[in-house]
């Protein structure tokens, strides 16, 4: 059930995690009979088509759900990599269909400093009003598109307009004003809509809506921790409060920017799997980030992953609505 395209952090069948109850839970939305992915016509469908997931290490994550569903009927190629392998595309040859990742965790123009993670690491330096050239210069190329963003706005962030500093989220060292991640997400994802509505893009654009997280007890920084081995039910846990900032930003900006999209002819979607996967406190790495965590000390303390997906997982049924879409949408 392991598949050569998954992230080590996010193998959790690799890594040990001991249930497998996580592997066979279904998404049914109300209504509608959703059916599995098929692999071999989605193929069919995109001879000759280009796919591109634009984001941060979640698009990452969902484009290794889907190529490890497609390896299963064709021969997967690698066939390019940049120097950190955090942009990355793969071919199909027998149907000529290309599939990229593009990182670009803010989607606007950036600095991320190479010690991100580090104690003491500098601010990123974030253009709120410049688009990443990451993916705007190949804009027009791809048949497909998928865009994500959000949680990397929580971190610590020098924000620049006209390419002068025009305040912070989070830097107290600094005197500088705070301008709160929910005003710089707003402004970005703004800026990203009105491109793609004012574009002549002769595809189909889809905007992710944010995937949620499920740490309990405290962040992945404090102690936080995703141990549930079930979904949990509908309305059983609150989203919390970044989640639902960003996905009402998300919603609003969208709801503004789709109408000009369709009277320039251009196909702007709203994928929204937040709620389906909020329902997924059951399908996280949590400390099977890690191989084998414990099994020097059963009681050892590790960071868990609560925000990316096992794989396989819940965010293999993402990849079943969007063949629903594109077959019947």
């Excluded at 469908?45 to 634009?54: E, P, Q, T, V, Y």
């Excluded at 994928?271 to 980030?289: I, K, W």
């Excluded at 997906?309 to 993402?318: E, K």
């Amino acid at each position: 059930m392991s598949c050569r395209f998954i992230t080590d952090h996010q193998n959790c069948i690799k890594n040990g995690r001991p249930d497998s109850d996580y592997l066979y839970w279904r998404w049914k939305p109300r209504g509608c009979d959703l059916t599995r992915f098929d692999p071999l016509r989605f193929l069919e469908l995109m001879r000759n088509k280009s796919w591109a997931f634009i984001g941060d290490s979640i698009s990452r994550n969902h484009i290794e759900s889907l190529l490890c569903i497609l390896s299963r009927v064709g021969e997967v190629v690698h066939v390019y990599h940049d120097k950190k392998y955090q942009s990355q595309k793969w071919l199909i040859p027998s149907h000529n269909f290309t599939a990229s990742v593009i990182w670009s965790p803010f989607l606007a123009k950036s600095y991320i400093p190479d010690n991100i993670d580090g104690v003491s690491a500098p601010e990123i330096e974030l253009h709120l009003d410049i688009l990443d050239e990451n993916w705007t210069k190949e804009y027009n190329s791809w048949d497909y598109i998928i865009f994500s963003s959000g949680k990397w706005f929580s971190r610590s962030a020098v924000y620049y307009q006209n390419n002068t500093i025009s305040g912070c989220h989070y830097c107290p060292k600094r005197n500088l004003t705070e301008l709160g991640l929910d005003n710089a997400y707003r402004r970005v994802v703004k800026n990203v809509v009105d491109y793609i509505a004012s574009s002549n893009h002769k595809g189909t654009i889809f905007y992710r809506t944010v995937s949620p997280d499920h740490f309990e007890g405290g962040e992945w920084y404090d102690g936080g921790k995703c141990t549930r081995k079930v979904p949990v039910k509908e309305g059983e846990l609150e989203m919390n409060w970044l989640d639902k900032t960003l996905w009402d930003i998300e919603a609003e900006e969208l709801k503004n920017a789709s109408a000009r999209a369709y009277e320039k002819g251009v196909d702007l979607r709203v994928f929204d799997v937040n709620m389906m996967s909020s329902l997924r406190a059951d399908g996280h790495p949590g400390p099977y980030r890690f191989y084998q965590p414990f099994s020097k000390d059963k009681n050892a303390k590790v960071i868990s992953d609560c925000m990316h997906w096992c794989l396989p997982g819940p965010v293999d049924a993402w990849n079943d609505v969007l063949m629903e879409i594109i077959v019947n949408g």
